[in-house]
């Protein structure tokens, strides 16, 4: 096709107006020095729910060993994959051990434990474990509930640690259970004076609950926490009161003790003041103010169980969840409850149960002292509580360099904005593409991108390596101006999808070129020349912000 004369000239115009950005913002210095230059990439949000590890809602499962040897129901590899095509990345997996009150644990039983997490992690999930004795049946339940008694408990837990251990890469915490119907702690035969009246617990009685949670937190490993079902249960076996007073402080957050992996659950979230019984101070606001600190840092999740309007609708929901931290939630139960938020608000409940964390720039500088600065924030309503390694990912012509970030994305809390510095001159010289990566920290999982977080930003994911491609290229030591490479050298892979925006990119050299405000003065007239040719250009490269 032939071009009429004049839009031959506009495009000729056109084509001298891109080439001279280009030659302008990263073409070669006059000189044959090393180059020295920053680029600046600003990232468009993806507003879509993000399938990230060990956060969002978790789907409730179940298994049996009934004395007769019936019961056990195997984790369904296919229902599994298909909870991960929907964005649901974890279960609660409750396993009942009726059969086993009154006996050793055997190996058959610990084999299909093993192989349920075997599912598991070839289904790209991870699994909040409890065990439990007894379920109950007619409400309210009646003595003897069926669960069993200490000595017997702490037993089972010593067989059940190797496997705990073994499996603990895809096991993101362990719910205290055993005690009580359902595992919660309340309806049990054994861990309170008098079973008819369980609401009375001696301190004889704290003292063997301590032993069962002590036992469990030396079963795990020190990465992994356990869950108690009330800050009752936590202050009793620390010692320590309710309040702020009494609640896990930054100081100890990261530091690996008793206090700092005991975390929470609710299994009655929003159904009555006290959530039946979860709060148990005097005034309640101890244990909120206690539970509102503490899960800063450790995990929280639960399930709604009764409407109790209006406290259980969405304006309560909304502040709590973001008050107490909330990393998981029942997708299952209460139906009733949930539906009462409506869809919209459902939605939210997806994106930001857990962490979310959102590129916002990222800015490398090239030379000897090359380095990347990136910019990021954390939408989600709680951090990650379990370690998680930062690292840089330079890829270049002879493959792969990690570069270890001293931070800590346990850290990165809700409702800040994060800004990590990592020098890159150490790296051979050389041109590489960026890419920030948070890998699962255990060697079995840590090169399955189903297990690393992905930043909530569009055309920035590699599915392929679990790495959030920065769309910069830095360069590394000496480089002569005819090897220097132009944006357009960053390959596709780290390009938005069609459609959706990408990566915006500004660079200017640092020496070398003139300023900002002398390119402009320079090229007023060929802007004014090519003016609605270049108007197009502009519309399809601005960063768009998601509505």
């Known amino acids: 096709m032939t071009f009429p004369s004049h839009a031959r000239i506009g495009a000729l115009m056109l084509g001298s107006l891109v080439a001279a950005v280009v030659a302008v913002a990263v073409g070669p210095i006059s000189t044959a020095s090393a180059i020295s230059a920053e680029q600046t990439v600003v990232y468009a949000e993806d507003p879509s729910v993000i399938a990230n590890p060990a956060r969002g809602w978790y789907h409730h499962t179940e298994t049996h060993s ?19 095509a929907e964005g649901v990345t974890q279960v609660l997996r409750v396993v009942y051990l009726e059969r086993y009150v009154d006996a050793d644990l055997d190996p058959a039983v610990l084999a299909a434990l093993d192989a349920d997490l075997a599912t ?14 007894a379920q109950g049946g007619a409400m309210p339940p009646a003595p003897p509930y069926g669960d069993a008694p200490v000595e017997r408990v702490l037993a089972h837990i010593a067989q059940l640690t190797p496997v705990l251990r073994a499996d603990a890469d ?48 030396a079963a795990l490993p020190a990465d992994r926490g356990v869950q108690v079902r009330t800050m009752q249960t936590k202050q009793k076996a620390l010692g320590r009161p309710s309040g702020l007073a009494g609640a896990l402080s930054e100081v100890e957050a990261l530091g690996g003790s008793d206090a700092a992996r005991i975390g929470h659950h609710n299994d009655c979230f929003l159904a009555s003041p006290d959530d039946f019984g979860t709060f148990v101070s005097d005034p309640l606001s101890l244990d909120q103010d206690y539970l509102a600190q503490e899960t800063r840092f450790v995990p ?39 539906d009462s938020w409506g869809r919209q608000n459902l939605a939210e409940v997806s994106r930001r149960l857990g962490y979310r964390f959102v590129l916002e720039s990222s800015r490398v500088v090239d030379g000897a002292a090359a380095s990347v600065s990136i ?41 800040t904005e994060v800004t990590i510095e990592v020098p890159l001159g150490a790296a051979p010289a050389g041109e590489y ?46 480089i002569t101006p005819s090897s220097a490479a132009s944006p357009a050298a960053v390959p596709a892979a780290s390009a938005a999808p069609a459609g959706r ?45 998601p509505s």
């Open 170 to 217: 895809v096991i993101a915490a362990v719910q205290q259970g055993f005690i009580g119907l359902w595992g919660e702690g309340y309806y049990t035969d054994h861990f309170v004076a008098d079973p008819a009246d369980p609401s009375v617990v001696t301190d004889a009685d704290w003292a063997d609950r301590s032993r069962v949670l002590d036992a469990l937190l």
């Open 66 to 84: 009934y004395p007769d040897g019936t019961g056990w129901t195997p984790l369904d590899p296919a229902e599994l994959i298909a909870l991960r």
């Open 433 to 478: 593409r960026v890419a920030l990566a948070l890998p699962a920290p255990e060697p079995s999982i840590a090169a399955d991108p189903r297990y690393a977080i992905r930043a909530a930003n569009l055309g920035t994911w590699d599915a392929a390596t679990g790495r959030n491609d920065l769309g910069q290229v830095v360069r590394v030591g000496g």
């Open 375 to 415: 910019t990021l924030r954390n939408d989600g309503w709680a951090a990650p509580y379990t370690p998680r390694p930062v690292q840089i990912v330079l890829t270049g012509a002879a493959g792969d360099i990690t570069v270890p970030v001293n931070a800590d994305a346990r850290a990165w809390a809700p409702g």
């Open 120 to 133: 598991a992690r070839a289904a790209g999930v991870s699994v909040i474990l409890r065990f439990a004795y």
């Open 300 to 338: 929280m999740g639960g399930e709604t169980c009764a409407v109790n309007a209006p406290r259980s609708g969405w304006p309560s929901a909304a502040a709590e969840l973001q008050r107490y931290h909330y990393s998981f939630l029942n997708e299952d139960f209460d139906r009733d409850v949930l």
């Open 501 to 545: 925006p990408g990566p915006s990119v500004d660079r200017l050299p640092e020496t070398g070129a003139a300023s900002s405000s002398t390119m402009a003065a320079a090229l007023g007239g060929l802007l004014l020349a090519a003016g609605a040719a270049l108007g197009a250009i502009t519309r399809g490269r601005r960063h768009r912000t």
